[in-house]
């Protein structure tokens, strides 16, 4: 079945998978993040297990962030393509551009 331009279900269920998946990615960082901080405590060794938990739970972030916004890209150029749409991404784009920054500040100390 060839795809056509008035076929917007493969769309669809493309931008289900990248949600999907940026789901599953933030809540994999954050139970091995979990994981790792338990695991850092019990260590008799003084490492610092809340930088390392920081880093862990700012990388999920930042790639479920980038997958979310991916499949709002995906959405509202081919599903719903309105101009109030696409301003609303171009506003969440800059909402993920500042949340990335901070989260980089967070577990790094230092503006990217």
């Known amino acids: 079945m060839a ?3 008035g076929d917007f279900e ?6 289900e998978w990248i949600e999907f998946a940026a789901i599953a990615m933030i809540a994999a960082s954050v ?4 994981g790792a901080r338990i695991y850092q405590i019990l260590q008799p ?3 610092q297990p809340m930088l390392a938990f920081k880093h862990v739970i700012s990388g999920g972030l930042l790639i479920g962030l980038d997958l979310l916004v991916a499949s709002d ?3 509202s ?12 991404v171009g506003l969440l784009v ?10 980089i500040v967070e577990s790094e100390g230092h503006w990217p």
Do not use: D, H, M, Y
């Open 73 to 75: 890209i995906i959405k």
């Open 10 to 15: 493969v769309a669809s269920q493309v931008v």
């Open 94 to 103: 800059l909402i993920r551009t500042f949340l990335s920054w901070t989260l």
């Open 77 to 88: 150029v081919t599903i719903e393509p309105t101009l109030e749409n696409i301003a609303g």
């Open 3 to 5: 795809i056509t331009i």
């Open 45 to 47: 060794e003084g490492r």
């Open 31 to 34: 139970v091995i993040a979990v």
